[in-house]
């Protein structure tokens, strides 16, 4: 995201004086910076360097109450608003088990940490901590409410703080790495036949070499099936006029994915974002950068499970659904019909 002469933080700041309305991330793009160049250009002003430490970060957490944890990727940004509890810290990845908060962590693309205050028209300030990648694309972020505990939130700041307070330099998007050759059909329908677990997919696709899309297109309709884009509306209308359903949605990019378990209520449109506002949930869901979207079912050891995944014309998870259980129990039965009944793409697109 950066170019061949990168701009000084005073250049940023100047250029964002001139557009102080427009949302970070547009602006970032619009510029040809990085987002987390954007925040570090302010370093020493409102914002201050912090280390990306997880045992710091989320343990401090707990203590300052309730809080906004954000998570997105290009189409999607999740919000969830309760305190950070049930933290498990693990050397390749950590977790949030929160009821409200729920969190998976992947710390190895975590590399810069900002907190950031900013004033509100009546000078009321507003304090956030951002974390990004090597790229400089946002990972996690959590920002106080009016509820938070400051004073546990200026010790986790002052814990957290970097003895580096100078400019970042943020290094260029990776090459992808080449899969082999993909294994045969029979193989993959062997392996997923096999799965006793919803977790085991992923192992799965890295043993035979499948990116998650293409095993979702080649695995045979029984267990994955093509549907319109309508279906995600869809999903979302059908869930909230029934409350007794609650559904899991999961957000995520490369360094940390979120959850949303319990039912959806307030559904709202405007222009290409469908968003769920929600007392403790909100989303926001770029409808026109869905390229495809498809029902998957999974066997487990407690019956099949079934899924509604979101992809966009790179081919990288938008969003995922499933109906919420307890470990243990069959999937519920509304939430596969509700699933079965979405518009086949192959119904909508036929010649």
Known sequence: MTNSAPKTPAEIRDLRALHPEMRERDFARIHAISEAELV???????????????????????????????????????????????????????????????????PSKWAFGFAVEKANDD???????????????????????????????????????????????????????????PAPLDELRAGWSALTDTHQFFGLLKKLNYPR?????????????????????????AAAADQTLPVMAFVGNHGCIQVHSGPIQNIKTMGPWLNVLDDTFHLHLRLDQIASVWGVRKPTSDGHVTSVEVYDENRELIIQFFGKRIEGSDER??????????????QTHAA
Request: with cysteine.
């Open 213 to 237: 899309l293409t095993a979702l297109e080649t695995v045979g309709e029984d267990y994955a099936w093509q549907l319109d884009h309508s279906a995600v509306a869809g999903l979302f209308n």
């Open 123 to 181: 000078g009321t300030l507003r304090h956030s901590v951002q974390f990004f990648d090597a790229q400089g694309d946002a990972v996690f972020k959590v920002h106080a409410r009016p509820a938070t505990n400051l004073e546990a939130w200026s010790v986790l700041v002052a814990n957290l703080r970097s003895p580096e307070q100078a400019p970042i330099v943020t290094q260029p998007k990776p090459a992808p790495v080449a899969l082999g050759t």
């Open 333 to 346: 039965g509304a939430w596969r019909d509700l699933v079965q009944n979405l518009p086949l793409y192959a």
């Open 40 to 106: 570090a250009a302010y370093v020493g002003q409102n914002v201050i360097r912090i280390e990306p430490n997880l045992d710091l970060l989320l343990n401090g957490l707990t203590a300052c109450g309730e809080v906004m944890a954000l998570t997105r990727n290009e189409s999607a940004v999740h919000e969830k608003i309760g305190p950070v509890e049930k933290v498990v810290i693990g050397p390749h990845a950590s977790m949030v088990l929160g009821e409200q908060i729920d969190l998976r962590i992947f």
